[in-house]
């Protein structure tokens, strides 16, 4: 059946630096369909479509896409809207007011329940209709999926980060916490792993939220690299939690919520700041030093890693492909088939939406306080081939005269 009318393009949750391919991909494989008689953007995702605020992108040049393709943070603008049942039943009248028969929504696992519920009132309304999720997220928690478009980038960026303070801290050693994004999965921390070239290169230790993170536990291992290397460098996820899965943030200072509830995590240096006071504190070391990269991890545009880009301008494509083409809804995934290929699935939207996916066992070290040898060969190609690597010298020391004497 050639399904007839127009196509809309949404993009949710946090920015990437390559969710524009995703956009670009679909809206340039859209336009090759006869069936498509318009392609409209959302601006700032489903806010845009209940507001019929929409741009066409049928009249935008193919020239200019292409650049946008390659502008990190995302062109459309986006939301933190959650939708519920109501919301989203708004924002099917919309696509029937407009004549809409084909949804492509960029985003994470909230997103994807979006277009499920969405999908479920054209159904109910035997309403002809094709809605498609597109994965995005820097957390690299979407279900079934190998990584997802928009993390290679952003690990990229901390893996590189961490090769700079690793090199920072050899040269005037002290202490060094970096604290990256991540409230339940730690696959963006463990990218700094990527920084260990020479044995005792740092991060020393990575905390990811997997493992309870015990205060005692983590002054120990510092005080055990420190009395070791005479330097210490750590990586730690924003959303580390204990035992009972509270998030120490929310155990060393008060902390306020964010629209959906969540404890605010981003955007504040205070747990960098709190476990930086704990070692000053209980260790006695003078020379300790936090960072929080924060949001610049999401849209850096320095380090782009070009497998990133390639597979987030495919996943678009196929988005459109399946649609269009093979009448099919559901959730575009990316899977591993070799060192290095993938290829591309489409699986039900329940498998997806609302779930998070967590680091494997394998690639989280016994003790918990790092990342194994198998992570580092999964993110490896993921980075791209032109990722920076640090260098020593090794040239001899010179002997010594007043000693000789």
């Not at 704990?278 to 929080?292: A, C, F, Q, Y």
Request: proline residues 4%; charged residues 20%.
């Amino acid at each position: 059946m050639e399904l007839e009318g127009k196509v809309v393009v949404a993009q949710g949750g946090g920015p990437t630096a390559v969710i524009n391919q995703s956009l670009v991909g679909v809206v340039l494989e859209s336009r090759k369909f006869r069936q498509i008689t318009k392609v409209y953007g959302a601006v700032h995702g489903v806010s845009g479509i209940v507001n019929e605020n929409f741009l066409d992108l049928t009249q935008e040049t193919t020239n200019n896409l292409e650049r946008v393709a390659v502008t990190p943070s995302s062109a459309l603008g986006s939301t933190r809207d959650k939708p519920d049942e109501k919301y989203c039943e708004e924002m099917f009248n919309v696509f029937r007011m407009h004549d809409v028969r084909y949804f492509f929504y960029i985003g994470g696992n909230d997103s994807a329940d979006t277009v499920r519920i969405v999908n479920q009132h054209a159904e109910r309304w035997h309403y002809d209709f094709r809605a498609i999720h597109i994965p995005k997220t820097i957390d690299n928690d979407l279900m079934l999926n190998d990584h997802t478009p928009g993390y290679p980038s952003a690990a990229k960026y901390v893996a590189q980060a961490f090769i700079g303070m690793n090199l920072d801290n050899r040269a005037l050693p002290g202490v060094h916490i970096g604290v990256v994004m991540g409230r339940h999965a730690g696959f963006l921390t463990a990218a700094a792993g990527i920084a260990q070239k020479y044995p005792d290169d740092g991060p020393h230790l990575i905390y990811m939220p997997e493992r309870p993170f015990v205060v005692e536990k983590f002054l120990a291992d510092v005080k055990e690299v420190y009395d070791r290397l005479g330097r210490c460098v750590v990586a730690v996820s924003e959303g580390i939690q204990d035992e009972a899965g509270t998030p120490i943030l929310a155990k060393l200072q008060a902390t306020e919520t964010d629209a959906h509830g969540n404890m605010q995590l981003s955007g504040t240096g205070a747990l960098g700041e709190r476990l930086t006071a704990l070692v000053k504190e209980h260790l006695g070391i003078s020379r300790v030093r936090s960072d929080t990269l924060g949001y610049v991890q999401r849209s850096f545009l320095g380090c782009v890693s070009t497998v990133d880009q390639n597979e987030a301008r495919e996943v678009g494509e196929k988005a459109a492909q399946f649609a269009i083409w093979h009448n099919i809804d559901g959730s575009i995934t990316i899977n591993r088939t070799g060192y290095y290929s993938v290829d591309y699935q489409i699986q039900p939207f329940e498998k997806i939406a609302a779930r998070t996916r967590l680091m494997p066992d394998e690639f989280i070290n016994a003790a918990g306080n790092n990342v194994t040898e198998a992570f580092k060969f999964y993110l490896n190609p993921l980075l791209g081939p032109d990722m920076p690597s640090a260098h020593r010298l090794r040239a001899p020391r010179a002997a010594k005269i007043r000693d000789s004497k």
